[in-house]
């Protein structure tokens, strides 16, 4: 498990980050994270928390604990139709955290990639969010806080406009 060293936990918003991140900060159609809606439920995720790890960390429980049906009926929802429907499988809540981290300062992006659950390796995705200069990934479908290194990721997105296409082509 790869976290922030103590005393490296970054603070939030983030300010001035390089131009490589910023991305990783910005709205889109599928994370809509400067909806009122997200910018809502990100605040009563985090409350006033300054620390980024942990208020990251919160977000993360709280999509774990607030999607109350787990399924595969949902095709790849945006970050607010899956706040607002409380349902789906990994994807949605990826994208859902993607989209309060960053309604809360913090850059977070979606991770497609593979998971080993009792010796079987399946499709998955997680988030990262960037803290202190650094990535550090983060599951809600599970919320330990942290991921273990059975999770092996195939492919980075922020899920930007125009990008999903190529980004889909680097995962094929």
């Not at 080993?116 to 499709?123: D, K, L």
């Not at 550090?136 to 980075?156: E, N």
Request: net charge negative.
């Amino acid at each position: 498990r790869r976290v922030p060293a103590a005393g490296e936990t970054g603070s939030r918003p983030v300010q001035d980050p390089p131009a490589d991140v910023a991305p990783f900060l910005a709205a889109s159609s599928t994370i809509q994270s400067d909806d009122p809606l997200l910018r809502e439920k990100s605040k009563e995720a985090v409350g006033d928390e300054p620390d980024a790890w942990k208020a990251a960390q919160a977000i993360e429980r709280w999509v774990f604990k607030n999607l109350t049906k787990k399924s595969m009926g949902v095709g790849f929802a945006s970050a607010l139709e899956v706040c607002r429907n409380r349902e789906g499988d990994c994807t949605e809540h990826s994208v859902l955290v993607a989209g309060l981290c960053r309604a809360a300062g913090i850059p977070a992006r979606v991770i497609m990639g593979l998971e080993c659950i009792q010796g079987i390796w399946g499709g998955h995705a997680w988030n990262e969010v960037w803290i202190a200069g650094r990535w550090y990934a983060l599951d809600a479908t599970l919320a330990y806080g942290s991921v273990d290194p059975l999770h092996l990721a195939v492919a980075r997105t922020a899920l930007a406009e125009g990008s999903f296409g190529q980004e889909l082509l680097g995962l094929l």
